[in-house]
């Protein structure tokens, strides 16, 4: 059971009307549970109780997200001595992000993280066949695809964001879909083991540009577009930073390189480009 700081509210406030139980999401805004309401004490269907004070706790840390487990609260998150990077679960009005080392990996600030996914995947519609989703993440991008895809490959080389997801109930999907291949390794060795016109379009949404590179390296870009299907399409993420403070334009930066890797029709779309084989 899960719960962050919107979960805690209610039950706070259910109490102050004098509540004997009240229905919650134990799993991030999936379903909904009966929680009863006994003395100081708030009863979880497993018979697990929390008090007033570990509510308050929870409301505090309104940018974590806490399993309940033995009658106590633990955050899910951890740091990482071997990446040297702070990994944690964000809660949001349906499903939670993940952020690391401060940085989130969904847009949050206009929209929910289901709204960017459903966003960037729209940008290449229809999608259909077999589809490379490069840098997994939480998997939304993977289980949102996997609804019109034959079969969808997602990359992750980082163990602590495979613990986050394994988590998070909004990740389930991506580990009991017959439709969904979690490739744990990174996308940069990964892509050159993939057969020629293997995928039917390609899904890059990459961590940031500091971070990672390669994964924005005209090398790179010419393997995707050996890996691509003929008349395929591909969605870049790619955001804006420095665009302000340092006058860089990583948006016309990668464009120039997916087109020097091949690719044409490029176009802004969410947040990134597309563009075509």
């Given at each position: 059971m899960i719960i962050s700081h919107y979960e805690a509210e209610q039950l706070l406030e259910a109490k102050k009307k004098g509540l004997k139980s009240t229905d919650i999401s134990l799993d991030l805004n999936l379903s909904r549970a009966s929680v009863k309401i006994e003395n100081d004490f708030f009863i979880f269907p497993d018979n697990q109780k929390l008090d007033e004070a570990q509510l308050k706790k929870i409301i505090k840390n309104?940018?974590?997200?806490?399993?309940?487990?033995?009658?106590?609260?633990?955050?899910?998150?951890?740091?990482?001595?071997?990446?040297?990077?702070?990994?944690?679960?964000?809660?949001?009005?349906?499903?939670?992000?993940?952020?690391?080392?401060?940085?989130?990996?969904?847009?949050?600030?206009?929209?929910?993280?289901?709204?960017?996914?459903?966003?960037?995947?729209?940008?290449?519609?229809?999608?259909?066949?077999?589809?490379?989703?490069?840098?997994?993440?939480?998997?939304?991008?993977?289980?949102?695809?996997?609804?019109?895809?034959?079969?969808?490959?997602?990359?992750?080389?980082?163990?602590?964001?495979?613990?986050i997801a394994q988590l998070n109930p909004w990740s389930r999907e991506l580990f009991n879909s017959k439709k969904i291949s979690v490739l744990k390794a990174g996308i940069f060795n990964e892509i050159k083991i993939f057969k020629n016109n293997m995928f039917d379009?390609?899904?890059?949404?990459?961590?940031?540009?500091?971070?990672?590179?390669?994964?924005?390296?005209?090398?790179?870009?010419?393997?995707?577009?050996?890996?691509?299907?003929?008349?395929?399409?591909?969605?870049?993420?790619?955001?804006?930073?420095?665009?302000?403070?340092?006058?860089?334009?990583?948006?016309?930066?990668?464009?120039e390189r997916l087109k020097t890797a091949g690719f044409k029709g490029i176009k802004r779309a969410h947040y990134g480009l597309t563009a075509r084989k």
């Amino acid at each position: 059971m899960i719960i962050s700081h919107y979960e805690a509210e209610q039950l706070l406030e259910a109490k102050k009307k004098g509540l004997k139980s009240t229905d919650i999401s134990l799993d991030l805004n999936l379903s909904r549970a009966s929680v009863k309401i006994e003395n100081d004490f708030f009863i979880f269907p497993d018979n697990q109780k929390l008090d007033e004070a570990q509510l308050k706790k929870i409301i505090k840390n309104d940018t974590s997200c806490f399993l309940i487990k033995d009658n106590s609260i633990l955050k899910i998150q951890l740091f990482s001595e071997q990446t040297n990077k702070f990994y944690k679960l964000v809660p949001t009005k349906n499903a939670p992000t993940i952020e690391i080392s401060g940085i989130r990996m969904h847009v949050t600030k206009e929209m929910t993280p289901m709204e960017d996914t459903k966003k960037k995947i729209g940008s290449i519609m229809p999608i259909k066949g077999v589809v490379l989703d490069t840098c997994m993440g939480l998997g939304y991008t993977a289980i949102l695809a996997s609804k019109y895809a034959d079969f969808v490959f997602t990359c992750e080389r980082d163990e602590n964001v495979l613990e986050i997801a394994q988590l998070n109930p909004w990740s389930r999907e991506l580990f009991n879909s017959k439709k969904i291949s979690v490739l744990k390794a990174g996308i940069f060795n990964e892509i050159k083991i993939f057969k020629n016109n293997m995928f039917d379009a390609v899904i890059h949404d990459p961590p940031r540009l500091s971070l990672a590179t390669e994964l924005y390296s005209l090398d790179f870009y010419k393997q995707i577009f050996r890996a691509l299907k003929k008349n395929s399409n591909i969605y870049h993420y790619t955001g804006s930073p420095g665009s302000k403070n340092r006058k860089i334009n990583l948006a016309k930066n990668v464009a120039e390189r997916l087109k020097t890797a091949g690719f044409k029709g490029i176009k802004r779309a969410h947040y990134g480009l597309t563009a075509r084989k």
